[in-house]
């Protein structure tokens, strides 16, 4: 007796053909079965790799997915990237209605060939040919054919079965055939979790994958979508063969084929760099010397051509031009600090606000941006060779607290970088506010902050006059026709404290109700953006970064005005963190409002999500707290 899997059987019920019968048909029923939330369906994709030796690869893709609607049109991922070492053999699509007849068709001549431009490289030899395809009708049903040769095998492709949010998948395959003797090093990642099957050596396929809704407060789809990672363990890079047995091995190669020998400096800079620290008196002291040296003469300009885009500029290059990449300024920093005797070394590292490690069980190609590190004893400082406005040593907000790939000449070593704690990571919020009896109000208002709450490295100091009034203006945007009447800042890099002194003005922000005025005592730090509800929440609760919010406001009320009710005091104490709020009568027309905000960082069960929700539901209650003031009949 035939085995008909339950799919087709639905299908025959329905009078409906079956899928291998109708490829190219957007059935609806197949959105409905592997999840409502899918904007694309990929029902077929046959990714298979050929390793031909240490230096050279065939990659072919079919690909069949189905787009839903116009969230989905980029997922057809109709490109191919190419440079010096890349020749594309196939290259097509069929674009099939939502009824699987063939409407367009394709060759590689009709795609477009663009320089792979990302809005930030001067220098980029990498090209891009992609279909430019605007779809008339949703659904419709794209078929991707290509045929690659790769003369470099560093950059092996992942397999990612479950590509993204609101995507589902009928069927995935991946297929490494390995025709040399240099062995593969395989990591798999979370395909037990979706029953995906392991069908042969390096061969792979998941079926019928539920499309995944994004949820707030979880971590990044990567920590729990299915994956395989795959690495030779002798491969090469635009030429330079290279070993890849443990990111020891791995951080050797890079020293020694990647960094060795580009870090000669010109002598008028050796002797001008040699005069500026000539005074200090320790490695830190330099190293200030020489950060700062390096933000007032470069800037950063990407730059991605050369070995993968690897492989740093020329630190007399960069010195002569005054600019550079990431790989290129850190580089150069290094030359200028190895020039005065502080030690130093090269990283790679994910930057990026969201935290995500240098997998410190996989060595291979990881990583999107270069920073550089100075060892103190068992400590190390990190430091952004980006930024001309970055405080020396602060990396919060972009590196902070995450695994980076130290390239030492002895190997790579993975290194935790700068972690900020909620109680360093401090936003400061003080007022002396006066109360009028027509309910509007004038403030002197100091915002002090601190670890990654810090403000001084956004760019405010550089920013108009009118952007920092709209800025301003949206942080409290509680406040009805706030004006903004000056504003100063200070920004103390050695303390990495950052302090804006704000002067505010805005009528009618107490309710005038008869002789009452009501008015809520937190005027500006209010929590607001409610987690959404979820009715079955699927993964766990993140807080990546913890932070702490103080507030401490004085109200002067005009004479005439009598407290008659105040905001009653609040604790509230969770796993998640702290709140507490209260309201003070000091006397003499002069009121006290308190707050204290904290959030830990952590990971959290999705069982406790609702428990999460409601803290923030409470605090946003408590931080609309009204007060009542009475208006003496003299002054109405």
């Given at each position: ?9 639905i299908l025959l019920c329905l009078n409906l053909p079956l899928f291998a019968q109708t490829n190219f048909s957007a059935n609806p029923l197949l959105q409905v079965t592997l999840g409502k939330n899918a904007n694309a369906l990929v029902k077929n994709n046959d990714l ?292 005065v005797g502080v030690p130093s070394y090269y990283a790679i590292i994910y930057g990026d606000k969201n935290i995500r490690n240098i997998d410190s069980e996989f060595s291979g190609t990881e990583g999107n941006h270069a920073v550089l590190t100075i060892p103190q004893g ?259």
């Amino acid at each position: 007796m035939l085995k008909t899997p339950i799919l087709g059987i639905i299908l025959l019920c329905l009078n409906l053909p079956l899928f291998a019968q109708t490829n190219f048909s957007a059935n609806p029923l197949l959105q409905v079965t592997l999840g409502k939330n899918a904007n694309a369906l990929v029902k077929n994709n046959d990714l298979e790799i050929h390793i031909l030796n240490y230096n050279k690869m065939l990659v072919k893709q079919h690909r069949i997915v189905t787009i839903y609607n116009e969230s989905g049109d980029s997922k057809s991922y109709a490109y191919e990237t190419y440079d010096g070492t890349t020749k594309i053999k196939t290259l097509e699509v069929t674009v099939y209605d939502a009824s699987g007849e063939k409407i367009h068709r394709f060759k590689e001549k009709d795609f477009k060939d663009v320089a792979r431009a990302d809005g930030i490289s001067i220098y980029n030899d990498d090209r891009i040919k992609y279909l430019d395809y605007a779809p008339v009708k949703y659904p419709y049903t794209i078929e991707y054919t290509s045929e690659v040769e790769h003369q470099m095998t560093a950059f092996i492709p992942r397999w990612s079965p479950l590509e993204s949010h609101y995507t589902s998948v009928l069927k995935s395959t991946y297929h490494i055939i390995n025709e040399t003797e240099i062995p593969l090093s395989v990591k798999e990642e979370h395909l037990e979790d979706y029953s995906i099957s392991k069908v042969g050596d390096y061969h792979y396929v998941a079926e019928n994958l539920q499309a995944i809704k994004p949820e707030a407060y979880s971590p990044a789809f990567y920590t729990y979508a299915p994956r395989v990672k795959v690495a030779m363990q002798t491969f090469d890079m635009k030429g330079v063969k290279g070993v890849n047995t443990s990111w020891e091995d791995f951080g050797k190669w890079m020293h020694q084929s990647l960094l060795k020998g580009t870090r000669e400096l010109p002598e008028s800079v050796i002797t001008e760099i040699k005069g500026l620290t000539a005074s200090a008196e320790t490695n830190v002291e330099k190293a200030k010397i020489v950060y700062q040296y390096l933000q007032n003469k470069t800037r950063y300009i990407s730059v991605q051509v050369g070995i993968g885009g690897w492989k740093p500029m020329l630190a007399k290059d960069v010195d002569r031009l005054s600019y550079g990449d990431c790989k290129g300024l850190s580089n150069y920093t290094k030359a200028l600090l190895d020039v005065v005797g502080v030690p130093s070394y090269y990283a790679i590292i994910y930057g990026d606000k969201n935290i995500r490690n240098i997998d410190s069980e996989f060595s291979g190609t990881e990583g999107n941006h270069a920073v550089l590190t100075i060892p103190q004893g068992d400590e190390f400082i990190w430091l952004e060779c980006t930024s001309q406005i970055t405080p020396f040593g602060y990396i919060g907000n972009f590196t902070d607290d995450r695994d980076a790939l130290v390239i030492t000449p002895q190997g790579g070593k993975i290194v935790h970088t700068t972690a900020y704690s909620a109680e360093e990571s401090v936003l400061k919020t003080t007022a002396d506010i006066l109360l009028n009896s027509s309910g509007s109000i004038e403030a002197q208002v100091k915002v002090q902050s601190y670890g990654t709450q810090y403000r001084g490295s956004k760019g405010l100091e550089e920013s108009t006059e009118k952007d920092n009034v709209l800025r301003f203006k949206d942080l409290w945007d509680n406040i009805n026709a706030l004006v903004v009447e000056d504003f100063k800042f200070s920004n103390n890099k050695d303390l990495v404290e950052f302090t804006e002194d704000v002067k505010v003005s805005a009528s009618n922000y107490g309710s005038k109700t008869g002789n009452r005025i009501l008015f809520v005592s937190n005027m500006f730090n209010k929590l607001t953006g409610i987690p959404p509800r979820y009715e079955d929440r699927k993964q766990s609760i993140e807080i990546d970064r913890g932070f702490l919010d103080e507030d401490e406001y004085i109200f002067q009320l005009e004479d005439g005005l009598e407290v008659e009710a105040m905001q009653s005091p609040v604790l509230l104490e969770t796993k998640f963190g702290t709140y507490s709020a209260s309201m003070e009568n000091l006397g003499d027309g002069r009121l006290k409002y308190k707050r204290q905000l904290l959030f830990k960082k952590g990971l959290y069960p999705k069982e406790d999500y609702d428990a999460y929700r409601d803290f923030w539901i409470a605090i946003a209650k408590h931080d609309n707290a009204k007060n009542v003031l009475l208006i003496n009949n003299q002054n109405q």
